[in-house]
């Protein structure tokens, strides 16, 4: 456990309707990324942060945004949900002791309908 | 396209014996290697990580590196019921990124 917890963990929503996951560290970490995960294309980056307002896109971006306010939370939103964006997201910090070490919060099952 | 490739399996190995688990990467500047353990309906765990060529072993798991061939590794030996689970590879370069492959689906037979 890294000391990540994110909200909601399952969430059912309709086609065009705004979605945000909320990422909560407890651990001071400088990074924090926000991943999907779908069958067949394994976890894809769709942003991070590395640090408070500190922001850039991964490979997956189009149709979300994210903001991080606060060292402590890295919020992604979907502005207006589509069925594509079905997934389970993953949220991950840096780990404190070796180089480019990743760690991942219990995921957030995301249905839009 | 930064790309990590995975036989997606699934492996099926006897309880007891050695499981082979391998990775290629495209980008010859990665510098950091990873191995994360996923068990369905969970998120990813990390079980190694491996920056310099050879091997490293941690209890059961050796993670193997060879950066000329482009090639990671991970062996468990006395493969236990409780180490079926998708095994995902994962490469990072210098930009605190890392770029995953699909997983392989390991599968212990008891």
Redesign the interface.
């Known amino acids: 456990d890294a000391g990540i917890t994110q909200s909601p963990r399952h969430k059912v929503t309709e086609t065009g309707t705004p979605v945000t996951l909320r990422c909560h560290q407890t651990e001071n970490h400088r990074?924090m990324?926000w991943y999907r995960q779908d069958p067949?294309?394994?976890?894809?980056?769709i942003h991070?942060s590395?640090g408070v307002k500190d922001t850039d896109k991964?490979e997956v971006s189009d149709g979300y945004s994210v903001s991080r306010s606060k060292t402590e939370d890295f919020l992604l939103t979907l502005e207006s949900a589509t069925s594509s964006q079905t997934s389970v997201y993953?949220c991950a910090t840096?780990?404190q002791d070796?180089?480019?070490?990743?760690?991942?919060?219990?995921?957030t099952r995301l249905t839009v309908l | 396209q930064k790309e990590v490739e995975q036989n997606s399996g699934p492996l099926s190995v006897p309880e007891g014996a050695i499981a082979s688990l391998n990775c290629t990467y495209s980008d010859r500047g990665s510098?950091?290697f990873?191995w994360y353990r996923q068990y369905s309906g969970?998120?990813?765990?990390?079980i190694m990580?491996i920056?310099s060529n050879g091997d490293k072993e941690d209890g059961r798991f050796t993670a193997q590196l060879n950066k000329a061939s482009q090639y990671v590794s991970l062996l468990i030996r006395d493969s236990q019921p409780s180490d079926s689970a998708t095994y995902?590879c994962?490469a990072?370069g210098g930009n605190?990124?890392?770029t995953?492959?699909?997983?392989t689906r390991l599968t212990i037979i008891p």
Do not use: I, V
């Not at chain 1, 067949?40 to 980056?45: A, P």
């Not at chain 1, 070796?98 to 995921?107: H, L």
């Not at chain 2, 995953?100 to 997983?103: A, D, H, I, L, V």
């Open positions: 990074y990324y067949g294309h394994g976890l894809r980056l991070y590395y991964g993953f840096e780990g070796s180089y480019n070490e990743q760690f991942f919060g219990p995921g | 510098q950091s990873f969970k998120s990813p765990e990390l990580s920056y995902l994962a990072g605190e990124k890392l995953f492959g699909t997983g």
